[in-house]
């Protein structure tokens, strides 16, 4: 089995560390192609180095372009590189440009596609990020979904329950796996002036580039009777600075601007602070992974699954609400507890062994092919079934081969679907076809 690895941001590297750990540690072949979305190959170099990486095979090195144009140079390019090393499978992660771009060349290859944390969904279609997710999964053959409710949205957009695998997030393997160099190896601490602090991340342009969030934002931030620190994105300096907010931030005795972090510092900020208020998606599952509260300044999320748990609370950005609601954890021990011991939905740090393991049973088992179709069907249409009777998901398609339950519920709320699940009591809609060979 040949596995190509797409990354284009750093995110997506550290997530797939740790499957590139287990590809290694099983011996089979793999190649690494890094579009260099964000950054020059020199300092992507070095981050593969920092967190003790093979270096990429390929470096597209597309940089900063617009949208269109990263696109289509990553898939020119990887039309290319895919039939030249004759791929098996192609892996990629996340919801990045470099991720669709990645699934839609091998798609059109007919080569595999595994998405790793496939599945999320804002719904909220004017985010870049959300259209990447959707066609990244309309062109993949494998969905590694993180929990059960990212695998109720694929089942709801149609795809096969058997097609989905929960792994859980990949996240919780890399901040096992890279906390322990961060430990190692950064020294940010000693750059750090409080004992105490809120880390604060803001970069999404839903909020640095609009006037009256930014400005809430920062208002907030002067007015919180805590320390903050603040590693500070180019583009949300350049912001605060036309909007003449940044001074006012460094003027503040308890907030510390400093400079971009990297990962591995930035790690180790975070596993070090009190709480965390992010706009970042990233940040949300490191969060309740390293058991540090987290308040999200949007007004959506795709990791809905941190707040249900209770590690992370959505409060948009109004000034009134993101104080109160920092006051409301840091002031009260017993919220503090709760928020911090909160049940990781993410997973136990062996999501890469089950990607892994999948791949490995679906190569063997001679089904990481994308082939022609030898039977004709025809679609008849959808139905809805009650069933009462003590049988399976797997025991039902079976005795309506010509049938595949495409949602099931239980009491009015969708279920997800597993082969082992019993149908009895519940609702299900299924997908029928007529078998005309």
Do not use: W
Request: aromatic residues 6%; negative net charge; contains cysteine.
């Amino acid at each position: 089995m040949k596995i190509g690895i797409v990354l284009g941001t750093r995110p997506e590297i550290i997530k797939m560390s740790p499957i590139i750990d287990e590809i290694k540690k099983n011996g089979s072949e793999f190649i690494i192609i890094h579009t260099g979305q964000h950054y020059d190959i020199e300092m992507s170099k070095q981050f593969f180095i920092d967190l003790k990486l093979p270096l990429p095979d390929y470096n597209i090195g597309i940089g900063s372009n617009t949208a269109i144009n990263q696109i289509s140079i990553i898939i020119s390019e990887l039309e290319k590189i895919l039939i030249n090393e004759s791929i098996d499978v192609v892996l990629v992660q996340g919801d990045t440009n470099a991720v669709l771009a990645g699934a839609l060349a091998a798609n059109k290859l007919k080569i595999p596609v595994g998405h790793v944390e496939a599945g999320l969904r804002s719904f909220d279609k004017n985010m870049p990020e959300e259209i990447n997710r959707l066609m990244a999964d309309n062109c993949s053959s494998l969905y590694f979904v993180p929990t059960p409710e990212t695998g109720i949205n694929l089942q709801n957009e149609g795809v096969n329950h058997d097609a989905i695998y929960v792994t859980g997030n990949t996240i919780v393997d890399a901040c096992n796996r890279n906390l322990n160099i961060a430990l190692e190896t950064s020294s940010v601490k000693d750059e750090i002036v409080f004992n105490e602090y809120i880390l604060l991340t803001c970069h999404r342009a839903e909020n640095v580039d609009d006037e009256e969030r930014l400005s809430n934002i920062v208002t907030s931030l002067i007015n919180l009777p805590y320390n903050i620190v603040f590693p500070i994105h180019p583009h949300t300096k350049k912001s605060l600075e036309n909007l003449n907010l940044y001074e006012k931030l460094a003027d503040c005795e308890h907030i510390q601007i400093t400079r971009p972090q990297g990962y591995l510092d930035f790690l180790c900020l975070l596993s070090n602070s009190s709480l965390v208020l992010t706009d970042s998606g990233g940040v949300q599952e490191e969060a309740i992974t390293l058991n540090i509260p987290c308040i999200t300044l949007r007004y959506n999320t795709e990791r809905p699954e941190t707040i249900l748990a209770g590690g992370n609370i959505l409060v948009g950005t109004e000034s009134n609400a993101i104080i109160e609601n920092i006051k409301n954890i840091l002031d009260n021990e017993d919220i503090y507890s709760k928020m911090s011991n909160a049940v990781n939905p993410y997973g136990d740090g062996t999501s890469a062994e089950k990607i892994y393991t999948i791949l490995e049973n679906q190569y063997n088992s001679d089904n990481l092919k994308i082939t022609r179709a030898d039977r004709i069907m025809d679609f008849e249409g959808y139905y809805l079934e009650e069933i009462n009777e003590n049988i399976s998901v797997e025991e039902y398609e079976n005795m309506h081969y010509d049938c595949i339950i495409e949602q099931v519920f239980s009491k009015g709320n969708p279920e997800y679907i597993e082969n082992n699940l019993n149908l009895n009591n519940k609702t299900i809609i299924i997908k029928k076809f007529k078998d005309k060979s």
